[in-house]
């Protein structure tokens, strides 16, 4: 099951990896990626074409030698035929180099697209799907699918191609040179067919298990390593410890049993190339005994069925990378063909005098479960909406879907009478701030955290809302100022101080619509007297929603909305709910409550 804010823990099944797998659509597509960069394609096509021709004609060089030259004592005839094998290989060699080098340039240009187009496709999925994957599956993704396709595309696949060209060169010379032994020396070709079809089928299946491992590991590895303080703090570092072995000895199994079918089938190779050499030195011995062919004609077809196994062996060892590369190529595939369920609107949002209505709007994150269940609400353009309510009640829910993270599975919510689900999320959210409990900032500088509200912000803009935010003093006294590196996550900073960036960046953004999700919990009394000044500044003339358990910070809200379980249960201003003495009232006794003892003591 899956779970929205708060609504669990707990690992989701990847059911896209159960799925089973097509090659041929999976190949396809990526020579659909290969289509824009026909021009490399084109210089690979000629370049294989002059190896394959190399292949081919280098034995039958070698025979003519034989027939012509050395039975006869011809030494100069002798030399020139050697100069042309020379030349004929030295030819091939660089055809080959040339062909690897412009493989690997289309390669990495398709491997940048990729790229692109699952950062730009995780960007844009709905967070009730993200809020369920792990980040060390996407980066599994991104790193460890993408690199076994950067193996395969950039050196593999030309290398088979330059393979498939050799044996289909060396097929036409067999065919030129005696059609006889010809035949004779293709006879394997249906039990290596037969094999290669098996040992496909096991090593497929095998290498799909290992991307899936190595994608448990890496969503293991993060999440974990983000956790190691609750994990020392619990005492849970050995559990965790033997989690993951667990998860990392699944791996190593995949991976041994994956290499295991693939390093089956060069013996099996091996063992055809043996087996067909035999053949062609007994019928072709046969023939030249019986006049039928000279020596040099099986001369050079022994050569030929040594040559035609080379490429299956290049074939045989690329195999390896190759369904690893189609294994990862499906998990990443099924990534980018995911839909998101908030489809963009198609109208601009007009700018925003703030205006909400949620008209009997319900949501659920299971189907079977409504997080909210018939919520209406109005407010009016510059109120100050406070929403309270136990944990689990749904508070950030209604967040979720007035920022649209997510569509009403019934009813609508309104912003100036159009329904958000007609306009553009871009148009929606550029008009939109909000201030969460745990801040988010980036790598990067103080400078840039805070421009990140407006990218077209001058630097006097950015210090200005600093300024407003309470944040200019503590920044200033930094050694590099706004140009201070507050590390990954702004994990150089303290909670107060990210939180007063954020609030910098939201007052850059001057916003039409403000939320607040607990913008003031897990400070401390200092700080948090910094953090509401530049809130009360904030908060002017915009229409606020503000999440709050400290309710001392929603006192002076136009509304006061109380849920409970998905429903709104109560509504009015704090003093009409203090006075109605119900959930609300309850709450904020129990937060404020002081024993009689203690009130004798302070008199």
Known sequence: MMHGPGGGIGRVARSEDEKPSNTSQVVWRLVGYLAPYKSYLAVVLVLTLANAASQGLGPMLIGMAVDQFISQGDKTGLWWVVGGLFLTYLVGMFAMRGQMYFMSMAGQKVLADLRKQIFDRVQSLHLQFLEGKQAGDFMSRLVNDIDALNNFVSQSLGQMIGASFALLGIMIAMFLLDWRLALASLSVIPVMLLLTNLFSRWSRAAFRKTRETIGDVSAEMEEQVSGVKVAQAFNRTDLNVREFARRNAANRTANVNANAVTSAFAPAMDLLSTLDTALVAAFGGFLAISGAITVGVVISFIQYVQNFFRPIQTVAQMWTVAQSAFAGAERVFRLLDMQSEVLDGTEIMPRIQGRVVFE????????????????SLEAEPGQTIAIVG????????????????YDPSSGQV???????????????????????????????????????GRLDASDEEVVAAAQAANAHSFVEKFPDGYQTQVGERGGMLSQGQRQLIAIARAVLANPRILILDEATAS???????????????????RTSFVIAHRLSTVRNADQVLVLDQGKLVERGTHAD??????????????????PPEEKTAVK
């Not at 994150?365 to 018939?374: F, G, R």
């Not at 136990?390 to 993270?405: D, E, H, Q, Y």
């Open 390 to 405: 136990p944990t689990g009640a749904g508070k950030s829910t209604m967040i979720g879907l007035l920022v649209r993270f």
């Open 577 to 594: 709910l203090i006075k109605k003495g119900g959930l609300y009232a309850d709450l904020y006794n129990r937060q404020f409550y002081v």
């Open 360 to 375: 009997d709007v319900s949501f659920a994150y299971d189907p079977t479960i409504d997080v909210l269940e018939s919520v």
């Open 414 to 452: 309104l912003i100036d009478g159009k329904d958000l689900r007609r306009v553009t999320q871009v148009s929606l959210r550029s008009q939109m701030g909000m201030v969460t409990q745990d801040p988010f900032l980036f790598s990067g500088t103080v400078m840039d955290n805070i421009r990140y």
């Open 523 to 541: 400070i401390d009394t200092r700080t948090e007297k910094l953090i509401q000044e530049a809130l009360n500044r904030l908060l002017e003339g």
